[in-house]
């Protein structure tokens, strides 16, 4: 906060409002295990802090940081409720497999979103409370990356969440509630130009036309909308808006030997679609999710300190089963003809015509597959403790991390053994409104097919389950008030078990060793080397560790004489880095350098053994793929140029960035191997029999631009 200074005189009492001193706390920038000061920063590195993801009030912090950082895209495929996780990407794509970058959250790795199959979705990082985050740091050249070794080469995404401060608890609270509507929906033929333009068609290839014009203008007049429906199905599933909420409060304070935050937050969205009671189900989409924050930090002693995280999130959602997977919703909607059916009559469901061929209303796909609700909790624990070696030197500390991160899901389905489907017929001989005349207005439903029994069943289920440890020994010091250096020691390991894994009993594992030094002298000439060495189980033994070097250097211009003082460049620093990461997202195969396991061959190639009247057919075996023994990691070749400077007192700023990137012994199915080799003609030649090699290349590059302004619009 600013300093503030108040004249005493005669006041007995002072009521004094700090006000949060934004550029003191853009000084420092959280990088990779650790934390630099943005002066000294030679990577490539851009951040912003929670005021920045609370201006927009969206349920997801991917969702939230759209546009607001150079180098960073993110593609939101779906506005279903709790299943917005948009795709995400750093600096392009230079990859044909895993593109995602790490996501890092108070210095462990955490999980991102994906779907249960077809339907339905789950959260990871993204679901996290905004009013919880206190900055996130996108790390994208090398030398930011390269201490996350073979995880590092898509770039990193580092989340820290907001601890207590020293003084008296402060409560805040946040609540929003937004309002959803459609941005536009296709416009579709209605039933008079569908049978115009088909009979068009017939004509022109000498047939008959299907309707006639009468028949067609009662389509377009709307006169009999029963018989000649022009079904406005925007109207009937769709409504014009739904509602948010959006709710958090939290607890800030502590005292000298204790410092604490406690958040607590919820979120209901709803869907878009029309409830209709003919379902018999509830047809429509919702989200609802609660979040729950303690951050705690203990001094217990000068030297020792603590701290301990505690995260957990409580999800729901639901929606209607539709084939193929909830993208498919509005591929069934369009895939309908305006004169199908007129929707629901009086709470029946209702099919003007009999359709063929495999087509379907959306009304029949929604009956056919019913709704499904998945439950998912999240739970996410750290405990660090830190001891300070000043005993044994100045700026010497020691510090251990343990994590531990549980996440559940279970997904129940409900769908209709049956359901009736209504036909109007009208024979001219019911006068069903009693007016003496027996016309189109009577009409009869007739009914095929009977109600069947909503069945319930748990449709899929999930555990995973993560363990993380961590040791280093940090020094830093400045000696004669000039040069000052920093270290990093570190080790750690990984091990997670996910219920879905081919291999549920095996852990999988990974161990890695870092190593960073930087120096600067007068925060005017700035060095840094990296070093990070990991071990990954996706690769032999004897080709499991890979070292990960980069280095970077930068000039502070300003901090020169000439420099100093001048009105209009406040501050010009010049930064370069090159190093080489790593990457072993390689498709969530496993153990690829081991053959597969042997399985019978179909029964085209049995072979028989026995003469001509003895004879017996046996089945064959078949191995399911090969191994490939000198696989490896991609190797991603990274370089990075880049201008920071700022005009008029800090009030203008621009940043220039130009990268390239070559990417390397990119993992790649080749299919070269003969079909008689792989015999299987149940499923013809599949490229996973053969054994994934090291081959393909890609080379990416670009720049980034980022211009600023920042002043005091009025001052007290």
Known sequence: YKTERIAINNQQSFKIKLSEDTKSLEEVVVVGYGSQKRATVTGSISTISSNGLLKVPVSNIATSLSGKMSGLVTVQQSGMPGGESPIIRIRGVSTTNGQSPLIIVDGVEQSTGGSWGQQGSYSGFEQMDPNEVESISILKDASATAVYGVRGANGVIIVTTKRGIKGKPVVSYTGNVSMTTPAEYPQ???SADWFSYMNEGLINSGKAPIKSLSEIEKYRNGSDPLFYPNGNFVDLLFKDKTWKQQHNINIRGGADNVRYFISGGYLNEDGMLNEHSGFRFDNNYAFERFNLRTNFDIQFTKRLSASINIESRFENRGGPTIQGGDQNMMWKFYEMPAWYSPGFIDGKYVETTSTSGGQKTVLAWIFDGGNYRSKQS????????KYDLGFVTDGLSLQFKYAYDNWNGVKYSRSLAGYPIYQPINNGMIDMDNDGIYDRNDYVLRQNGQWGELTYQQSANAKNRKYYSELSLNYQKTFNGSHTVNGLLLGNIRRSFFTESEYTDIPKTYLGVVGRATYNYKQKYLTEVNLGINGSENFPEGKRYGIFPAFSGGWVVSEENFLKGNDIISYL???GSYGIVGNDQIGGKRFMYLPGTFSNLNSTYRPFFGDANTSQAYNGILESSLGNPNITWEKAYKT?????TKFFKNRLSFVFDYFTERRKDILTDIATIPLY??????????????????????KNGGYEIELGWEDDIAKD
């Not at 990075?640 to 920071?644: G, I, K, Q, R, S």
């Open 188 to 190: 579709m033929l209605n």
């Open 573 to 575: 620093k010049l930064r």
């Open 640 to 644: 990075d140029l880049a201008l920071e």
């Open 378 to 385: 999240t739970i996410n624990t750290l405990f660090n403790l």
């Open 677 to 698: 080799l792989t015999p299987d003609t149940q499923s013809g030649y599949n490229k996973s029999v053969t054994a994934p090699v090291n081959f393909a290349q890609v």
